[in-house]
């Protein structure tokens, strides 16, 4: 699966993105869907991800309740929106489909496809 993410940028801290990430190439509704982001000198870490159905979903402690992640099936599409952003929460995001179908993992292992990656800047 292809999957090119979007919606990065430059915000204030305390602001808001919404990051887009678009799949092709195989039965996006089958898997589950997941951010990730990687911060100069860190290891890349799990944000959130959302099974198959849209049914769960789970997410870092350090953005629980400012980030949520959502998916539109039809249009093959996964969202990420981010509130009160924290000059922390600046990094590289990205998206990451399921290596297999309908099954729910939040470790980078448990991902087999990747996008490009979108960059997001929080200026304090």
């Known amino acids: 699966v292809q999957l090119q993410a979007s919606g990065g940028g430059l915000v204030q801290a305390g602001g808001s993105l919404r990051l887009s990430c678009v799949a092709s190439?195989?039965?996006?509704?089958?898997?589950?869907m997941g951010w990730f982001r990687q911060a100069p000198g860190k290891e890349r870490e799990f944000v959130a991800a959302?099974?198959?159905?849209?049914?769960?979903?789970y997410y870092q402690d350090s953005v629980k309740g400012r980030f949520t992640i959502s998916r539109d099936n039809a249009k093959n599409t996964v969202h990420l929106q981010m509130n009160s952003l924290k000059p922390e929460d600046a990094a590289v995001y990205y998206c990451a489909a399921g290596k297999w179908p309908t099954a729910v993992g939040t470790s980078q292992a448990d991902f087999g496809s990747w996008g490009q990656g979108t960059l997001v800047t929080v200026s304090s």
């Open positions: 190439g195989r039965t996006f509704s089958r898997y589950t």
């Open positions: 959302i099974t198959w159905s849209g049914g769960s979903t």
